[in-house]
């Protein structure tokens, strides 16, 4: 079974931090913090293959739960994140459920779905050291669905009925952004819209995520259900941190 699933399935809320700094050396800084899960961001952020494999390797030594999200659902990415050896994928605007079937095909080789098969140059597949990988692997990944449209919205009850569709996260700024309140995710409208994708997510069974805007809305969150959140990037950690040091020193 999939680590993140597993881990989903004990029942206490996951507490994420995203990383967007592409960096090795803040990826273990943050993966030795605590933290039960780590997002390597592809979409919004300066990452390559490289850059990604680098940073999946310098947490490897940690408990904690590597997550990439690739810029978009297409196959071809889908097949080289998961070669290099990430468990779980979270992958952005996902629309519909048709849409929804198809990534997970991306992640499944056939017959179960269309991933180009590798398993000697496969990270994944310890260089082909693990007989079972190609038998095993649809066991060990993980797809979430990231809700962030006013489409995926409307489709938020099938997208979580479709198989391989492990969770779905809900993303706070490009939802407020497609029910036009670019900027404001605290928009009563775009609130509204959250409790209704999460009790639709909840009434499907399957586990609900966001992205929370700050300390007090993860808390919120938790509270009302949602089984994993993110609380914030490695960016802000930086530069919140660096600019309340400089404050304190002028007093």
């Known amino acids: 079974m999939n680590a993140f699933v597993a881990r989903l399935a004990q029942g206490r809320p996951l507490l994420g931090l995203w990383q967007a700094l592409a960096t090795p050396y ?4 943050c993966a030795g913090a605590g933290y039960d899960w780590l997002l390597f961001d592809g979409e919004h952020a300066p990452n390559t293959l490289q850059t990604l494999l680098a940073q999946l390797q310098a947490v490897a ?7 990439a999200r690739p810029p978009v659902g297409e196959p071809a990415i889908i097949k080289q994140y998961l070669d290099i050896g990430f468990p779980t994928l979270l992958v952005p605007m996902v629309d519909d459920a048709r849409q929804a079937a198809q ?4 992640t499944r080789f056939p017959p179960r779905g269309i991933r180009g098969v590798a398993s000697a140059t496969s990270r994944a597949s310890g260089f082909g050291a693990d007989a079972r990988y190609l038998a095993t692997a649809h066991e060990r990944t993980a797809l979430i669905a990231q809700i962030e449209s006013r489409a995926g919205l409307a489709a938020v009850a099938d997208i979580a009925a479709v198989d391989g569709v492990d969770a779905l996260f809900i993303g706070p700024a490009d939802l407020a952004a497609s029910l036009g309140h670019l900027g404001e995710p605290r928009h009563r409208e775009v609130q509204d819209a959250i409790d209704t994708a999460f009790a639709a997510i909840r009434a499907a069974g399957k586990p609900a995520g966001i992205f929370a805007l700050d300390a007090a809305d ?7 259900g949602f089984a994993f959140v993110s609380v914030g ?5 930086l530069a919140n941190g660096a600019r309340a040091l400089r404050a304190a020193c002028l007093g």
């Open 26 to 29: 803040t990826a273990e800084i």
């Open 61 to 67: 030594a940690h408990p904690v739960l590597p997550i």
């Open 103 to 106: 990534i997970v095909a991306a």
């Open 233 to 237: 990037t490695d960016i802000g950690v």
């Open 218 to 224: 993860a808390r919120a969150r938790i509270v009302q």
